[in-house]
């Protein structure tokens, strides 16, 4: 039995509440220390915040207590709305450990609505959790979803907290791989400690050793392969391009037709290229995952 007003035993007032320019500071900053809050600048007389405002409302709700939600009425109180650059209205900013690491201006559609709170959930979504924890988790998941604005953003927020963390340090580096900025991953690599162990580093040491021994060009090999498909070392080359250029499941499959054609070639380049491959992608990845299993079948067929 639900009671109206109140939700997963917090009463609405504690979730979702109005803010001043006064209590800011404790119903945001202090508050987005233990978990997300998510403040909505808006105004009475803006015809997308009336859109807006019950969207968020309906989504944090249904978050049931693991995201707050502050409302600001930027012409009582413009203050914040001020120092955060606010130009326009409605303006959405999520906080975590005191700081914003997400946002979004303007009226956007319920279920966008609903994923922002979602993302912002499932940071705080471990019981106990860290503000450090929310920050990764809400960094991997930006970064899982294409948002490398907002994973470079906690990722950083993360490494003020905490120099050192691999798992930051890994995550940062592969937003900057993924914007095409080689060296400046190569520089995030050089702060984790010698020897340090993280999937993410792994994962962009090895994209960056392929991308060091890679071809600029594939067309001279393409055009080879074209004229003679058994041409093993034009194949291994044109994996080796696609791999520089991070089409990881290009080079897999090149390199896997190479093994499945002569797995002894060049003292098996193929298979321990491939390997390098894979932790590029990530153990996890589709690449890996659909790569092994082809890989068994082509060893013990």
Known sequence: MSLIGETAGKPVGEIIK???DASFIADVIEASKTQPVIVDFWAPWCGPCRQLGPALEKAVTAAKGKVKLVKVDIDKNPTYAGQLRVQSIPAVFAFVDGKPVDGFM????????RDFVDKLAKAAGVAGASPLDGL?????????????GGAAQAYAQALQADPGNLKALGGLAKVYLATGDAERAG???????????????DSVR???ALAAHAPSETTPFEARLTADPDD?????????????RQQLDLAADHLLTLIEKDRAWNDEAARKQLLTVFEAAGPMSEVARNGRRRLSSILFS
């Open 18 to 20: 109005d803010a001043t």
């Open 106 to 113: 303007g009226a956007l559609p319920d279920s966008q609505v």
């Open 136 to 148: 990764l988790s809400l960094a991997r998941e930006s970064l899982e979803l294409g948002d490398l």
């Open 187 to 201: 520089e995030v690599l050089a702060m984790a400690p010698e020897g340090a162990k993280d999937p993410d580093l």
């Open 206 to 208: 090895a994209a960056l």
């Open 232 to 244: 093993h070392a034009a194949r291994f080359e044109l994996a080796k391009a696609f791999a520089g």
